[in-house]
Each structure stands twice: as C-alpha cells, then as structure tokens.
C-alpha cells in the first residue's frame, strides 16, 4: 500500500491528537479572553472542538492528492461549523471572534508540522497546502453561515417592527386615540394612516388625539409621515390634537414650516384627552362619593 | 449671558434685556423650550421692551420659539415692542413676527390669562396648579 501524501499529518492527528487539541483549545480562549466569561461554556466548547479535530482527521485522511476535493453543505463538518456559527451569530460574537476558533486551528496544525517535517521541505508543502486549503474553506462556511443568521434576525426584526401595531382606541363617542410608539417609518405610517381613517369613517369620529409620547426619533421623515395623517384626518372633518411632542420634535416641525392651522397641540396626553372632551362639550367632574 | 425664566405657576416670564447674539438667541430658544416641556407651562410672556434694535434673524428666532412653543401646548404672547422696532419689523415685512403682541407686561398676562381659561385642559378638577390671577 503506497504511502499516503499526507502521512505527516496522519500522524500527528492520531498520535498526537490530545496535545493538539489542547493547544488549539488555549488558543481559542486566548483569543476569546476580551469576552464574558458567561457567554460560552468552556466544557461545551471542548466537547465541539474534539468532535470538529476528528472530522478534520478524516477530511485528511482522504484528501485527495490531486488537492481539489468538493464538499458540499451535507458533510457532517460542514454542519457542524455552520450550526456552531449560527449559535455564535445569535449569542452576539463578532464575525471576527467566530472565525477564529477555526483559524486558531490553523496556527496550531502549522507549528506542528513545521516541526516535524524539519527535514523534508517538499513534504511540508504538501501537508502545508492541504491544512491552508481545509481550513481556509472551514473559515468561509464560518462567515457565510454568520452573516446568513445576521440576516436573517434582521429581516426577521424588521418582520416584527412593521407588524408592531398601531390600534386606534375609542376614548369616548366620537373622539378617537392614536397612540404611536416606536420607530415610525414608510410603511407602518401608511398602516396606521389607514387604520386610523377607516376608523375615523366608522365612528364618525369629530376629535382625533394623536399621541406621540412614544416616538424616540422625531426627525423628518417621521414629522412628514405626521403630517400627511393629520392632513388626511382632517379632510375627513376630525379635528386633531397632538400630544406628547418633545423640544425636538417641535424643532423638527418648526424648521419644516410645517403649520397646520386646526391642529391643536397639547404637553400631554391628559391635557389632550382634557381638550378633546371640551371639544365635544364633554368634562370630567368630581362625583360626590358615596363609597367611603 | 443666560436669560432667567421665572415661573408664574405653570406661566413662564422671559424678558430679553439686551441684543443677544447668534449663539446666545439659539441658546435661549432652546433653554425655554426645554423649560416649558420640564413643566408642561400653559403659557409664555416675552417681553422685549428693553430691545431697540430687532434684526430679521431675532424676529425670525422669536417667531419660531412661538411656533415651537404652540407645538408644545403653550400660548405665547410677545409684548414690549418699541415703536421704532414695530416700524422696522414693518419695513422688513409683517410676516416676520407672526406672534400675538401686546402693548405691556400686565395686558400680556391678562391676554394669556383669558386664552388658557378658555382651553378644554384647563379646567381639568385635579388641577392644583393655580395661575396668578
């Protein structure tokens, strides 16, 4: 049986399998030590790598002599690496930090084998390439499955904000709440314009509280979309009060030229409420108590 | 130079002693509007009495910290203006100061006084905040 091209590496996985991995174990914690400790366990990280230093000893073992081998998104390792990342990519490691427990690898086999093969140079090469090859691939699935999770999460997260909704809430007869929280952006301002008109339609609704309390940026995009809702509110013949605008917010209409004439603007949503009732020539009044 | 802004209640008072420069009008505007969001004010005074002079820049941030101001719930009056700067403002176009104006401080008030009376949120009966009548 002729002698396999990568006998060199053979060896030392087997042989020496224990101490490598070892190495490459202290290598990943030393380049993991700016993290929390908490967020990885050093037992389960051990137990991953062992299992990933066996599957790489078989990838070798069979390494083709031509070096062009293919493996595709089934091979066991490929799982592995690309499930590792993921997890990575969710528990918030940078690309950087998870591209390195392979690549510390890399380090680790290199020293060994120039150790080694001291003495014959073309058999280094050999073995040299073959690590350079396998692990640099092993680094592209690292990457290519963090940034597909990266991904994902994003368009899931902007999924969820779009579908953050936006109720309209009857105060009271005729007077309608639009309570708006969070990030307001093309297309949620359209869902709650229309939700919001719909519902002003249905109720015959003659006063309109928008609430803006909840609206972290008001900068403006946002103060236009704003705008185009009370625009259309009052086309349909609903008088609106605003409430909850900060300084900013106020800044940010003030430098559009933005007046709306009937809009009326109150601090808070209490004045608002407060306002909106005297509109309807409704008010809140104390009741002599009869539970004492 | 920083401007003071006493309250009356939930009634701001700010007098412009002097011409302030770029810097200090913008710093002004945003002190008072900070100010009225901390105490939800119902309403401000400017009085500009002591100003003879006021440039198209002054009137332009006056006008504005009204406008702001409304946005966020209170009314503005803007009293004092010397005859001389009424003039000037004119010549420079009416629009410039866009603002409720009266002759002094005390119609000021009075003016505003009968403005915030006459809001929906002023009668609010857990209202303990009293205006100087």
């Known amino acids: 049986m002729p002698m396999h091209h990568l006998a060199a590496l053979d060896r030392l996985l087997s ?5 490598l991995h070892e190495k490459w174990v202290a290598e990943i914690l030393t ?48 799982r592995a690496m690309s499930e590792f990342s993921a997890s990575r990519a969710i528990s918030g490691f940078t690309p950087t930090e998870t591209a390195q427990y392979v690549m510390c690898l890399k380090s680790v086999l290199t020293l060994a084998l120039i150790h080694e093969l001291m003495s014959s140079p073309v058999e280094m090469k050999v073995n040299l390439a073959a690590v350079e090859d ?11 499955a963090f ?20 109720p309209v809430i009857r105060l009271w007869d005729h007077v309608l709440l639009l309570p ?13 314009t229309e939700n919001l008109l719909e519902a002003i339609t249905r109720y015959e609704a003659s006063v309109t509280v928008i609430d803006v309390t909840g609206v972290p940026v008001f900068d403006i995009s946002v103060a236009r979309h704003l705008m185009k809702t009370v625009d259309a509110a009052q086309l349909l013949g609903t008088r609106v009060v605003m409430t909850g605008l900060n300084p900013e917010g ?17 601090a808070t949503l209490r004045s608002g409420v407060a306002e909106a009732l005297s509109l309807i020539n409704r008010r809140i009044v104390p009741v002599a108590s009869s539970r004492a | 130079m920083k401007i003071a802004i006493p309250r009356l209640g939930r009634i701001l008072l700010v007098a412009i002693q002097q011409d302030l420069s770029d810097d200090e009008a913008l710093a002004f505007q945003s002190n008072l509007l900070g100010t009225i969001a901390e105490i939800e004010a119902l ?12 440039d198209s820049f002054m009137a332009r941030v006056i006008n504005d910290t009204a406008n702001m101001a409304r946005l966020l719930g209170a009314e503005v009056i803007v009293c004092g203006i010397q005859p001389f700067v009424a003039f000037t403002l004119v010549e420079m176009g009416r629009g410039l100061l866009s603002a409720d104006c009266t002759f002094n401080l005390e119609q000021g008030l009075k003016t505003l006084q009968s403005r915030i ?12 905040d009293d205006l100087i009548i």
Do not use: C
Not at chain 1, 15 to 19: A, D, G, K, L, M
Not at chain 2, 43 to 54: C, E, H, M, Y
């Open chain 1, 147 to 166: 940034v597909e999770t990266r991904e994902r999460v994003i368009l899931q997260q902007s999924a969820s904000l779009v579908e953050l909704s936006t």
């Open chain 1, 15 to 19: 042989e020496q399998r224990t101490v």
């Open chain 2, 117 to 128: 009376a006459s809001r929906g949120d002023y009668s609010l009966p857990d209202e303990h």
């Open chain 1, 250 to 266: 106020a800044l940010t209409l003030t430098k559009l030229g933005i007046s709306l004439p009937n809009m009326i603007t109150r």
């Open chain 1, 134 to 144: 396998v692990i640099g691939r092993l680094t592209l699935v690292t990457f290519s």
């Open chain 1, 31 to 78: 380049s993991w030590s700016s993290l929390l400790p908490n967020t990885f366990n050093v037992g389960e990280m051990r137990q991953h790598t062992a299992h990933l230093l066996e599957e790489i000893a078989k990838i070798f073992a069979a390494y083709p002599e031509s070096g062009l081998w293919e493996f595709g998104e089934t091979h066991p390792l490929v």
């Open chain 1, 180 to 192: 708006l929280v969070g990030v307001i952006d093309t297309a949620r301002a359209r869902k709650f």
């Open chain 2, 43 to 54: 309403g401000v005074v400017v009085d500009i009495s002591a100003l003879d002079v006021v």
